[in-house]
């Protein structure tokens, strides 16, 4: 039986490095940007919640 050996690349290979620093450094931004988002959601659930709950505090008062 015969073996043959492929033998692939590494992208270090074929991509070059500064093109990696800058798909390294673009996912970061892309990352940062979803946590903004999330937190920009976050911030309007917690108002809602404040609303919601200061709403539940008001209480009628009857006037003779």
Known sequence: MREIKI????????VPEEFLEH?????KEILL????LI???????????????????IKKIEVE
């Open 7 to 14: 033998v692939l690349p590494e992208l270090e290979d074929v």
């Open 23 to 27: 798909m390294l450094k673009a996912t």
């Open 39 to 57: 937190d920009s959601g976050l911030d309007k659930i917690e108002a809602v919640e404040e609303i919601t709950k200061a709403k539940k505090e």
């Open 33 to 36: 940007a979803m946590r903004t």
